[in-house]
């Protein structure tokens, strides 16, 4: 599949389908609390979707049961929600999902730690989100694709964290993964050119401790191989002459 650049019109509606997704996070972390399930906040992002007009894009993707993939302390990602599985005060909870409007997707990822109580923990979701930021700050309009991972990786390192390597953003539009990928470290070479029009999903994953990951048996649940927390923080964004705009923050925010 060939990289994608968006008319006008398709961006209109990738901005809809943006805004209702970062609508969709503001309830689920309003709600997120200790002794809520996994599958309360799946069954919240659902209905939040459809209320708003949207179709959840994770719910039967590959055969995924569910709206919000919800990953805890050592789950990286595709956790699977459940009702056996209660938040707890402390707990490092990463919240993923997306929706199709009008047939454009979105798709963005945030993490919080339960109650604000546990710095080793915070301070990994700050510097994950930051590294975000600094890696679209890269993502101008002629510069190439690769520089995101190289501006996540330069920012990240001093830290000591493990950025995730099995899994990569991606392009957005028409589908909720399409070419590129877009790796969140540096590769050896500079990648494509970035051109104005194109969407794309960044989405650092970083471990507190080893990059190394395992795939769970349940065919889904990514976990960091030395089981310390992981965090994840993901936008859609669109590619302009200047600075991106980021379609799945209130406004468009730029940051
Ligand atoms: N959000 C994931 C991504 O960024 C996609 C999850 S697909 C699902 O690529 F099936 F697990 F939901
Ligand atoms: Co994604």
New binding site residues.
Partial sequence: MAVTIKTEHEIELMRIAGQYLAEVHEVLADALRPGMTTKDIDRLGEKTIRKLGGVPN?LH??G?P?SV?VSVNEEV??GIPTDKRFIEEGDLVSL???LIYKGYHS?A?RSYVVGNCDPEKMKLVEATKESFFRGIAAATDGAHLHDIGAAIEDYIEPFGYGIVQD?V??GIGRH??EDPEVPNFRQRSRGIRLRKNMTI?V?PMINLGTWQVDFLDDD?TVVTRDRKPSAHY?NTILITDGAPEILTLPGGRKN
């Fill in positions: 994770f993707y590959n995924y569910a993939c990602v595709h993923d999902t997306g798709d990822a899994l953003g991606h909720l993964h999903a989405e889904w993901e």
